[in-house]
């Protein structure tokens, strides 16, 4: 409680805001302009751009949760009425450095220690562990450290029961030439259509984790793939190859992708 006949004021920190859509987005939108509604004193802090919210206080953070940026937010957040009740969204590819930004935990630690109250919600909580992945391996025991930093400071913990609903596996392929392709599947809850998402040249599966839980929580199941030459997937290197090395890529995928096609049949 703060001053006699208010409630300590609500501080979402997210890793997503509007104008993007679904997900984290979509839930801090709700929820804060719920709040807000009540008239409660509501702020958002999230990675630029951030779309103005009825009643709500949004502050854009042009450089995100960068280690070198937190001490500014810190200060900004003290200018705030106390006590603050801060609203951590967790999803850890969500708050950058690759899903391991450890000064970020330790930041939010240190507010709770502070004096701050912590309340974490989990969307998503780590990495799964994989044998045949050790560099999987190292993030997935990060992940969980940084949670244990989080849950060490905090006042609540909830867990968003969407996300649980649309866990997810990885999954080999192989090409009709025997290389290995690495997907992921997200299941849906309930039988349902399902989709096969590709990426652009200039990243991997992973940019469609979002889309893909999404998917499955509306009853789509969803299967995302490493084009060979990217992430996890055999091939030669795609960024800095050749002319000829990425010609060669590019006349394998078609094939790639009837394999992964044939598979989430």
Not at 181 to 197: C, D, E, H
Request: glycine share 10%; net charge positive.
């Amino acid at each position: 409680m703060g001053r006699p006949g208010t409630m300590a004021p609500w501080h979402f920190v997210s890793p997503e805001s509007p104008p993007r859509v679904g997900g984290v987005a979509d839930f801090t939108r709700v929820m804060a302009t719920a709040l807000a509604a009540t008239g409660r004193q509501v702020h958002v802090w999230s990675p630029a751009p951030a779309d103005a919210m009825a009643g709500v206080n949004v502050h854009p953070l042009e450089g995100g949760y960068a280690a070198r940026h937190l001490g500014a937010i810190g200060r900004a957040l003290d200018t705030c009425e106390a006590p603050r009740r801060l609203f951590v969204q967790w999803v850890p590819h969500g708050f950058g450095y690759k899903s391991l930004n450890i000064p970020f935990c330790l930041w939010v630690w240190r507010r709770a220690r502070g004096g701050d109250s912590l309340h974490v919600m989990v969307h998503e909580p780590y990495l799964p562990f994989d044998s045949r992945r050790l560099r999987q391996n190292v993030g997935a025991i990060a992940h969980r450290l940084m949670l244990m930093v989080l849950f060490a400071s905090s006042a609540a913990v909830s867990l968003d029961q969407t996300s649980a609903q649309t866990a997810s596996r990885d999954v080999d392929i192989t090409a009709p030439d025997g290389a290995r392709l690495k997907a992921t599947y997200f299941p849906s809850p309930r039988p349902g259509p399902a989709v096969l998402l590709l990426h652009m040249c200039v990243t991997t599966r992973q940019s469609w984790e979002p889309v893909a839980r999404q998917l499955g929580a509306l009853g789509i199941s969803a299967l995302t793939i490493d084009n060979r030459g990217f992430g996890d997937s055999d091939g030669p290197r795609y960024e800095g190859a050749t002319p000829d090395v990425q010609r060669q890529l590019n006349e394998k995928w078609p094939g790639d992708f009837d394999a992964a096609f044939a598979c989430g049949r």
